[in-house]
């Protein structure tokens, strides 16, 4: 089975950066497609940036365009978020995400593995 997990978040200051990574397993031979989301207090869960095993290619929603990379490491089992120049509307609960790929990445709302979260706070 699938699993994904967090590292632990923290709080920051704004313009800070944080690092999150995600542990996956389970994947056997097959390619996923990976994600970060978020929920903030009151809102619905967003994707925040996915990225395509296959080329490494990357989306971000607008709001995180320019502060925020998406990566992976050689084996594609750990996921990462560099998040810099952080902003107050940033917090929230963070989530790893997964699913198998067929032929393209999907949309988010397609996504159906998900990590436990782990929580962004960035608060002066």
């Known amino acids: 089975a699938v699993q994904l997990v967090e590292s632990e978040g923290g709080s920051v200051q704004p313009g800070g950066s944080l690092r999150l990574s995600c542990t996956a397993s389970?994947?056997?031979?097959?390619?996923?497609?990976m994600a970060w989301f978020r929920q903030a207090p009151g809102k619905e869960r967003e994707g925040v940036a996915d990225?395509?095993?296959?080329?490494?290619?990357?989306t971000y929603t607008d709001s995180v365009k320019g502060r925020f990379t998406i990566s992976q490491d050689n084996a594609k089992t750990t996921l990462y978020l560099q998040m810099g120049s952080l902003k107050r509307e940033d917090t929230g609960m963070y989530y790893c995400?997964?699913?198998?790929?067929?032929?393209?990445?999907?949309?988010?709302?397609?996504?159906?593995?998900w990590g436990q979260g782990t929580q962004v706070t960035v608060s002066s």
């Open positions: 389970g994947f056997s031979n097959s390619t996923y497609c």
């Open positions: 990225i395509d095993p296959m080329d490494g290619s990357t």
């Open positions: 995400a997964a699913v198998l790929r067929y032929g393209r990445c999907p949309p988010y709302h397609v996504y159906n593995y």
